[in-house]
Nanobody, 126 residues
Framework: VQLQASGGGLVQAGGSLRLSCAASGRTFGSNVMGWFRQAPGKEREFVTGINWSGGSTSYADSVKGRFTISRDNAKNMVLLQMSSLKPEDTAIYYC????????????????????WGQGTQVTVSS
């Protein structure tokens, strides 16, 4: 699976952005997908994830109620809708995929993912 993240940019606090992750690979529709972020000087942290069917999602407490993950398996896309953005959301956002088909559990750690995109920068100004 190859992943390409896009949609980052500069936005004011309170604004919204939508990130996209385009995936290639014949098993995309069967993979758990996740979004992580890494701010300067900090470790990569889990943001959200979605299982293969879209029936199970998981969110970090810091983004719950503000971010929404979704997937369109027909288009090989995973989307991250971010609203009510805060300066502390500033980071490079990475999409990731877990090897293995039709896994229902969404991992919340980087070790739970096998493929990574190149990242897209999100900057939220105060």
């Amino acid at each position: 699976v190859q992943l390409q993240a896009s949609g980052g940019g500069l936005v004011q606090a309170g604004g919204s952005l939508r990130l996209s992750c385009a995936a290639s690979g014949r098993t995309f529709g069967s993979n758990v997908m996740g979004w992580f972020r890494q701010a300067p000087g900090k470790e990569r942290e889990f943001v959200t994830g979605i299982n293969w069917s879209g029936g199970s999602t998981s969110y970090a407490d810091s983004v719950k109620g503000r971010f929404t993950i979704s997937r369109d398996n027909a288009k090989n896309m995973v989307l991250l809708q971010m609203s009510s953005l805060k300066p502390e959301d500033t980071a490079i956002y990475y999409c990731a995929a877990r090897k293995g088909e039709r896994i229902t559990v969404v991992s919340r750690t980087p070790m739970g993912y096998d493929y990574w995109g190149q990242g897209t920068q999100v900057t939220v100004s105060s």
